[in-house]
């Protein structure tokens, strides 16, 4: 592929896979596909285990995250002169908001993480129900 002499141009309403050649279009999410009598998607149950491992490690990055931002938010000023003073002042602040807001996310990725273990549940119990009902069918052909 050649390297283009010019440099990109943003153009309102462009459509890149259009541009970029791509005709195919996708059909779905990345895990799943559309359902079609309503909005929503339908997972297997590999894809929920995914989907929990993901949200569990995005809220364990998080905490990490959180725990590195205490030192922002108790920062001193490096000396005692009035503009070093309001200058930790403000950066105690912007830390007491970035703690805030990480704090927000860990509870939203762990709620995420919940609600597909909820769905996990729910599948695990179809699956026991199906194979219940499988299992009373007499066997061979009738």
Same mark, same amino acid.
């Not at 993480?113 to 599948?123: E, I, P, Q």
């Not at 219940?132 to 066997?139: D, F, G, S």
């Given at each position: 592929m050649a390297v283009p002499d010019q440099p990109p141009v943003y153009e309102p309403g462009i459509s890149w896979n259009d541009a970029l050649?791509?005709? +195919?279009?996708?059909?779905?999410?990345?895990?799943?596909?559309?359902?079609?009598?309503?909005?929503?998607?339908?997972?297997?149950?590999?894809?929920?285990?995914?989907l929990v491992t993901e949200w569990?490690?995005?809220?364990?990055?998080y905490?990490?995250?959180?725990?590195?931002a205490r030192a922002i938010a108790? +920062?001193?000023?490096?000396?005692?002169?009035?503009?070093?003073?309001?200058?930790?002042?403000?950066?105690?602040?912007s830390g007491a908001a970035l703690e805030e807001a990480l704090r927000h996310r860990i509870a939203y990725c762990k709620s995420m993480a919940s609600k597909y273990l909820t769905a996990l549940g729910k599948y695990a119990t179809a699956e026991d129900h199906a194979r219940t009902v499988i299992n009373q069918l007499p066997e061979g052909i009738a």
């Amino acid at each position: 592929m050649a390297v283009p002499d010019q440099p990109p141009v943003y153009e309102p309403g462009i459509s890149w896979n259009d541009a970029l050649g791509i005709t +195919a279009r996708p059909t779905g999410g990345s895990y799943g596909t559309p359902v079609s009598e309503g909005s929503g998607f339908k997972y297997d149950e590999a894809t929920l285990h995914e989907l929990v491992t993901e949200w569990t490690g995005l809220a364990k990055e998080y905490v990490f995250d959180l725990n590195e931002a205490r030192a922002i938010a108790v +920062a001193q000023p490096p000396g005692r002169e009035y503009a070093s003073g309001g200058n930790a002042e403000v950066t105690r602040k912007s830390g007491a908001a970035l703690e805030e807001a990480l704090r927000h996310r860990i509870a939203y990725c762990k709620s995420m993480a919940s609600k597909y273990l909820t769905a996990l549940g729910k599948y695990a119990t179809a699956e026991d129900h199906a194979r219940t009902v499988i299992n009373q069918l007499p066997e061979g052909i009738a």
